[in-house]
């Protein structure tokens, strides 16, 4: 999440750009995806990491 404005944002990971965060979570399902926001709006800087589609495979 950029912390300036809330956005999500993607950074490459073989950048080495040495970037530090409050927290980082592992799994972009519907828990991980909602932990990354709340965090977020609580001003945390956060690092999501999923390989696969944000948000999971839920249907509801």
């Given at each position: ?6 956005e999500?944002?993607?950074a ?6 040495g970037?530090?965060?409050?927290l ?8 991980g ?5 709340r965090?977020?709006?609580l ?7 999923e390989?696969d ?7 509801h």
């Amino acid at each position: 999440m950029n912390r300036s404005n809330g956005e999500p944002s993607v950074a490459d990971a073989d950048s080495g750009s040495g970037n530090k965060f409050d927290l980082v979570i592992l799994g972009g399902g519907s828990g991980g995806y909602a932990c990354a926001l709340r965090a977020a709006e609580l001003g945390m800087s956060v690092a999501l990491v999923e390989k696969d589609k944000v948000g999971g495979t839920c249907l509801h």
